[in-house]
DNA sequence: CGTCAACATAGACATCCATCGAATTAGGTG
DNA sequence: CACCTAATTCGATGGATGTCTATGTTGACG
């Protein structure tokens, strides 16, 4: 049971593998509070860019991947590293310092609570 | 005016209920069109005032809810319209004049499909 | 026709943001 | 230590974006 340690946007629930910020949108309106939390994870993969590395991680071997693995999509390095803290920031990467390079993860638990909030059914992972 | 302007994010499949504009994120790296298409819709959910009318127009009942049911979200009425807008050129939501008032409604596959390229599982509705 | 209500558009403005080059930190190696 | 590579941080900048007020459009009604 992989839990989270960057942002409080999933509370950790026992019950359930899956705990969303937010219900699923079609459930009932969201609160401020709720839009805002939730907004703040579309708007991170609302970027073209920053959408191409989160793939890039999550699909790539091993289910982690070097910044150096990640780094061809057109732009800076610094602009590339600019990206991947946004998407730390938002919860949906984490990053490690192994030696030389800088390995970063897909937050596991985040996919499916994001679907959920879309599709309002649990995917069976 | 521009009415019938939504985007083609989504293209008719005949023999899926959903149909994609990309795979799922986990099963290869995006390529840049896939991402410019999937950012685009990500970046419309990306504001939590959209957010919010976004989910009021999903849960409200009949599916649909015109501008005056969903327009209490702490902004002025051309901010709401400005809003509605964008949802509709992202391929969201669809609009439809009925007298006096403009119903929004929810295109109905974008949700299984962005689900789907979340989780890689389509959800069954 | 005149008026009201619902909604959209136009223009202005302040803020945010993606991007870059330059400088900096950190780790490895000779 | 000197040097190289990986990656982040910094500062600047041009363009995108959210918000407002004012105005326009569309339909209903007397």
């Known amino acids: 049971m ?5 942002l409080p946007l999933l509370e950790p629930a026992a019950d359930e593998a899956v705990a969303p910020c937010c219900p699923p949108l079609t459930e009932r309106p969201f609160t401020a509070e709720e839009a805002e939390t939730a907004a703040r994870m579309f708007k991170a993969l609302g ?16 289910g982690e991947a ?5 780094s061809d999509v057109g732009v800076s390095q610094p602009t590339v ?11 949906l990467l984490t990053s490690e310092r192994r030696g030389t390079w800088v390995y970063y ?9 994001m ?6 059914v649990a995917p069976t992972v």
């Open 47 to 62: 970027d073209p860019v920053r959408l191409r590395l989160f793939s890039a991680v999550a699909s790539h071997e091993g």
């Open 81 to 91: 590293s600019h990206h991947l803290k946004k998407l730390k920031e938002a919860g």
């Open 115 to 120: 679907g959920r909030l879309l599709t309002g």
């Open 105 to 113: 993860r897909v937050e596991p638990s985040v996919l499916a609570a």
């Open 66 to 70: 070097c910044v150096c693995d990640i």
């Open 2 to 6: 992989s839990n989270t340690k960057a």
